[in-house]
């Protein structure tokens, strides 16, 4: 016992560690921790898919190939993502990605995000 008493001492002081610097007004509060999302997702101008919401609703209805394409003309939308119904995806939002839905081949809903 007495061999393996200085072992444990030493995994027990490789587990320790030393407190992180704090500034001379101390540590920030969580919320200032964030930092905003670049503004990378905007397209030519600043426009965004939210800008072309309007639109949207009618393509709801038509083929995806058919949605694909003319999603893909408007400006400020650089992704698109159809997905099947209940297929997971990332929760993330992007001010230029459109997001949908298709079962059988045809777009069932579409949001900005």
């Known amino acids: 016992m007495r ?13 320790a560690t030393e407190p992180g610097p704090v500034s001379a007004a101390g540590p920030l509060p969580r919320s200032d921790r964030a930092l905003p999302p670049p503004a990378l997702s905007e397209g030519p101008g600043g426009i965004r898919c939210a800008d072309h919401a309007d639109a949207l609703p009618a393509l709801i209805g038509q083929p995806e190939a058919e949605v694909r394409a003319a999603l893909s003309g408007l400006r400020g939308i650089r992704t698109i993502r159809l ?14 990605r459109v997001g949908g839905v298709v079962r059988n081949g045809v777009v069932e809903s579409l949001a900005c995000g």
């Open 83 to 96: 997905l099947a119904p209940n297929q997971p995806a990332t929760r993330d939002y992007r001010e230029d």
């Open 3 to 15: 061999r393996l008493s200085p072992i444990l001492l030493l995994l027990a002081a490789g587990c």
